[in-house]
């Protein structure tokens, strides 16, 4: 970790907001919708690779040795060429008629700041990066640019991974110019990478509720998809007796309506159990149905406590099967664990904002982000600013200038300490 720097700035330069603005439209002029108001950047396609041919050519221009590494990802740098560095961005990519937001915020907001800091004559002692990462969102899984700057692919996903149109990972990186075999490069040796600082939108309600500008993230919650499968027996649902049925559905509500006193016992603020897909068969209204299947997520910062109420979801799904004749079976579709960001980088964000007069709340992420990837390789820290009615991953996603500006000042503060810039 980064020693602190000898004092805090108090005088930073003021945020251009029309040049941040300009950055933002700049990149937002790639994949927008017009009929829907949408942004479509699905990753390695024509505009996501438009959009960072763009920000290399933008970069580039204003003379920060901008360049495209093998995962796609844009880079550009400010201060010494050579020598460990503190990176800071988000990605490029959108999913399918995505905000204006999400990852080009981050990505933007990196830039203005560092744009900013050189226009009033600061330099920074280790050298800033600003990273544009590639395949964020998942068209084929997620995580891609960072999991490649960190050395981490799993080689048998990158072999099999596909998009939902059977497009696969490594015609598509060939098709865009990105040799699949040279991946490996991107990756940055340890020690090279001193830390990293994303900023991103909240996507989730909590700041706007608490109305606090700035979210400081401790971690992100783990993730595992469960298959749930409850198969009784389909039947005429007027000859067949309430008494006598052996209703799929029933059961499934039965354990739909266990999850709210499940989490009580069992999990904690940060829990979240979804069920968001279910099928019914044979699917016709005048059948009982014979077979209910139903996706259910788990979500937690804690692996111990998701482990608690799988068991619990488990026990629970016995429990409401057994005296209604239905067979039961769980699947585990995927296992995320949760990731802890660097708690002393997490601290020193904190008091940044604390510093600048900005309120702040302590939080765990309940969406996935490159921080938590980047962790893997330095410490990582990220930085929320609220989502108006916690709305993100659709056209009206927004945040209100004065937060994206609070965001745009909390990063600006955090670099300055990390990269030990100074003023002239
Ligand atoms: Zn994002």
Redesign the pocket.
């Given at each position: 970790m980064i020693p602190p720097a000898p004092r805090f700035r108090t005088s930073l330069p003021p945020i251009d907001r029309p040049r941040f603005e300009a950055l933002l439209a700049g990149v937002n002029q790639f994949g927008h919708d017009p009929d829907t108001g949408g942004h479509n950047r699905p990753s390695y396609g024509e505009a996501d690779m438009a959009a960072r041919a763009w920000l290399v050519r933008t970069m580039d221009e204003a003379g920060l040795a901008a360049r495209m590494d093998a995962a796609g990802n844009v880079i550009g740098r400010w201060g010494p060429s050579h020598g460990p560095c503190v990176v800071a961005g988000?990605?490029l990519d959108t999913v399918p008629d995505g905000g204006p937001l999400?990852?080009t915020l981050g990505v933007c907001a990196a830039l203005e700041v560092v744009l900013g800091l050189r226009a009033a004559g600061w330099r920074p002692q280790l050298a800033i990066e600003i990273i544009a990462t590639a395949e964020?969102?998942g068209r084929f899984g997620g995580m891609l640019g960072s999991q490649a700057v960190t050395a981490t692919i799993d080689p048998a996903w990158l072999a099999a991974a596909a998009d939902t149109h059977g497009r696969t990972l490594t015609d598509t990186l060939t098709a865009a110019g990105l040799p699949p075999q040279r991946l490996g490069d991107a990756a940055r040796p340890a020690g090279d990478v001193l830390a990293f600082v994303e900023l991103?939108i909240e996507q989730g309600p909590v700041l706007e509720h608490l109305d606090v500008p700035i979210g400081v993230a401790d971690g992100i919650s783990g993730v595992c998809e469960l298959e749930l499968t409850l198969t009784g027996e389909a039947n005429h649902s007027g000859t067949t007796p309430m008494s006598l049925r052996a209703d799929a559905f029933a059961g499934l509500a039965a354990f739909a309506t266990a999850i709210e006193p499940m989490l009580a016992a069992h999990g904690t603020n940060e829990s979240r159990l979804t069920i968001g897909r279910v099928v019914l068969e044979p699917g016709f209204a005048h059948t009982v149905p014979g077979v209910a299947r139903a996706s259910l997520v788990l979500r937690d910062p804690d692996a111990e406590v998701m482990r608690a109420l799988r068991q619990a979801c488990e026990r629970v799904l016995g429990d409401v099967c057994r005296p209604r004749r239905l067979a039961h079976q769980i699947v585990e579709r995927s296992w995320l664990d949760p990731v802890r960001l660097d708690p002393a980088l997490a601290d020193r964000i904190a008091a940044h904002a604390a510093k600048l007069g900005i309120g702040y709340h302590r939080m765990c992420s309940g969406a996935g982000?490159d921080a938590q990837i980047f962790q893997r390789l330095c410490p990582s820290g990220l930085i929320f600013v609220p989502s108006t009615g916690g709305v993100s991953h659709a056209p009206h996603e927004h945040t209100s200038g004065a937060h994206l500006e609070a965001g745009v000042r909390m990063l600006q503060a955090v670099l300055v300490d990390l990269a030990r810039c100074t003023a002239a």
């Amino acid at each position: 970790m980064i020693p602190p720097a000898p004092r805090f700035r108090t005088s930073l330069p003021p945020i251009d907001r029309p040049r941040f603005e300009a950055l933002l439209a700049g990149v937002n002029q790639f994949g927008h919708d017009p009929d829907t108001g949408g942004h479509n950047r699905p990753s390695y396609g024509e505009a996501d690779m438009a959009a960072r041919a763009w920000l290399v050519r933008t970069m580039d221009e204003a003379g920060l040795a901008a360049r495209m590494d093998a995962a796609g990802n844009v880079i550009g740098r400010w201060g010494p060429s050579h020598g460990p560095c503190v990176v800071a961005g988000s990605h490029l990519d959108t999913v399918p008629d995505g905000g204006p937001l999400d990852g080009t915020l981050g990505v933007c907001a990196a830039l203005e700041v560092v744009l900013g800091l050189r226009a009033a004559g600061w330099r920074p002692q280790l050298a800033i990066e600003i990273i544009a990462t590639a395949e964020e969102e998942g068209r084929f899984g997620g995580m891609l640019g960072s999991q490649a700057v960190t050395a981490t692919i799993d080689p048998a996903w990158l072999a099999a991974a596909a998009d939902t149109h059977g497009r696969t990972l490594t015609d598509t990186l060939t098709a865009a110019g990105l040799p699949p075999q040279r991946l490996g490069d991107a990756a940055r040796p340890a020690g090279d990478v001193l830390a990293f600082v994303e900023l991103h939108i909240e996507q989730g309600p909590v700041l706007e509720h608490l109305d606090v500008p700035i979210g400081v993230a401790d971690g992100i919650s783990g993730v595992c998809e469960l298959e749930l499968t409850l198969t009784g027996e389909a039947n005429h649902s007027g000859t067949t007796p309430m008494s006598l049925r052996a209703d799929a559905f029933a059961g499934l509500a039965a354990f739909a309506t266990a999850i709210e006193p499940m989490l009580a016992a069992h999990g904690t603020n940060e829990s979240r159990l979804t069920i968001g897909r279910v099928v019914l068969e044979p699917g016709f209204a005048h059948t009982v149905p014979g077979v209910a299947r139903a996706s259910l997520v788990l979500r937690d910062p804690d692996a111990e406590v998701m482990r608690a109420l799988r068991q619990a979801c488990e026990r629970v799904l016995g429990d409401v099967c057994r005296p209604r004749r239905l067979a039961h079976q769980i699947v585990e579709r995927s296992w995320l664990d949760p990731v802890r960001l660097d708690p002393a980088l997490a601290d020193r964000i904190a008091a940044h904002a604390a510093k600048l007069g900005i309120g702040y709340h302590r939080m765990c992420s309940g969406a996935g982000h490159d921080a938590q990837i980047f962790q893997r390789l330095c410490p990582s820290g990220l930085i929320f600013v609220p989502s108006t009615g916690g709305v993100s991953h659709a056209p009206h996603e927004h945040t209100s200038g004065a937060h994206l500006e609070a965001g745009v000042r909390m990063l600006q503060a955090v670099l300055v300490d990390l990269a030990r810039c100074t003023a002239a």
